[in-house]
């Protein structure tokens, strides 16, 4: 049947009276001299009637979409020429693949109707994205226009010199990516099916349950949330990195020990203690195995997408913008050594939404991506004994003299003349690997009227409470009269300045991440000296105030002392 549409026939006619009689363009904007009789003929009459679109045709009935064109519906379609792209190949393959990847790409809604210059990116009908540009000249998805503008009265066609290419989003190439098959075994463990129920065709209820005549399918993946990127969002700008399976294994086997997990792990209950000598402990069971597996590949995974539009990844793609010595994953992780994460790449692939990038190897440092530097401000995670704790926030000068810096810290203030604070910190989330323990202490700058006599030094011990690899609760022995294991005793801050100590070393046999709120291993703090040594007493104070404590891994604080030498 034959559609009528006067009000189209009419705008779309003016519209091609504009172009020619405004413009002097060469053959890309000349219009067929038929051009009445096309307005009033369907988009599928005007395609199947064109000798020179005899092969666009074909598919267009082969995939079933060619009753759609003869809608009411309004489409803008751009129809390759015949012999500009090999059809045949086309008709060969699956009719659901045929037209999503190419009828769909060359189909868009609404009019597209040229008329001077035009800058759009066209949303075309299987959500692709693509570029619709020119002045005089006109390419649509990089390819050349032959003719403009025919009408129809459900649409209007531009003819091309060739076919679109079809270009997967970064999460459709995933699964497409060869040698990749670790990477896609885990977003499709994650990869989640479901009925959007307003975009289907409702059809009867049968045994009191909803039947849809046609279903809409929406496919998305809980990662996105977890990687804080839609990567099958045609209108965002990603780069990707895809790791081998060889990449994957080596990744896997380096970052595997950092979670060496127990069936059950023992830890102080500080919340539940009445005093420093009474601490219960509490347990937690866990799938060991399970928990190792699950967070190394989420480790894996955590930082292999760049947003292309953040300020600092920019030149990643576009080599005119200002490099920029960092890397901001979408899971907002900076990695400092953007060159060598990138020079990993062994094929770059262009994307609907991006690049993907097959690298052979993640370069990431680990301080940086799965085991960072960790610390525990004592307001927070600190529990205290025989003392009053008082939360202080103070604003200092930097080194420099030139602006001010904000810390916070917990000042225990011993509660009388003879008794000495100990302080707890609680430490969670601390993984199976070696750390530098620092403490970070403050002067007595909260009190309004100090004398030089007090900026006295702390003289203090640090034990560590901890899950050996036996499900054992064991505790490192340092301070007066005990050897010391690892951690050091009758550490001496200096008084006049914020003083980072360096505690001292030590490697923890399980991991803690994951485990819940009361499963962490704990550092006490105590003073070293009796209370009634006179000649302590006067030389030091009792007073703990203390802005962190700081665990960094080992091999950060080796990889930064070689950066500085």
Known sequence: MKLKNILGIVIVTAGMLAVTSCTDYDDYNKVPTDVNASAERTLWENISQNSSLSDFANIIKYVGFDDELQQSHFYTVWAPLNGTYDAQSLLNQDKETVLYRFVKSHIAEYNHNVSGGVDERIHALNDKSFSFIGSGEYTYADVSVNQLNLPSVNGVIHTLKGAAAFLPNIYEYIYQAEDADSLQDYFKHYEQVYLDEANSVVGPTVNGKQTYIDSVMITTNLLYRTLGASLAHEDSSYTML?????????????????????????????????????????????????????????????????????????????????????????????????????????????????????????????????????????????????????????????????????????WVEPSSTYSKPELDVKLPNVLSTTYNIYCVIVPPYDQEFVSTSEFRPNQLDFDLSYCDANGKLATTLSGSGRTAVHLASKLENDPTRIDTMFVGTFTFPVAYRGLGEKIYPNLKITTDFNVFDRTAMEQYTRDLRIASIILRPVEQDEYEATKEN
Request: proline share 4%.
């Open 242 to 410: 895809i790791p081998t399976n060889e990449a994957w294994v080596k990744s896997y086997e380096r970052i595997k020990p950092y979670f060496n997990y127990i069936t059950t792990t023992i830890a102080q209950d500080m919340d539940a203690a009445t005093s420093t000598t009474n601490i219960p402990s509490t347990t937690v069971s866990i799938d060991n195995v399970y928990q190792a597996d699950s967070l190394t590949k989420r480790a894996i995974v955590n930082n292999l997408v760049f947003n292309n539009n953040s300020f600092y990844n920019r030149w990643v793609e576009n080599p005119s913008e200002v490099y920029t010595d960092t890397l901001l994953s979408t899971t907002q992780s900076k990695l400092s050594n953007p060159r060598e994460v990138l020079d990993q790449t062994i094929n770059k692939v262009k994307m609907s939404n991006g690049y993907s990038r097959i690298v052979d190897s993640l370069a990431m440092h680990s301080w940086e991506s799965w085991a960072p530097s960790l610390s525990f401000s004592p307001i927070r995670y600190g529990v205290s004994w025989t003392g009053t704790n008082h939360n202080i926030i103070l604003n200092i000068l930097n080194s420099s003299e030139s602006e001010k810096e904000t810390i916070s810290y917990l």
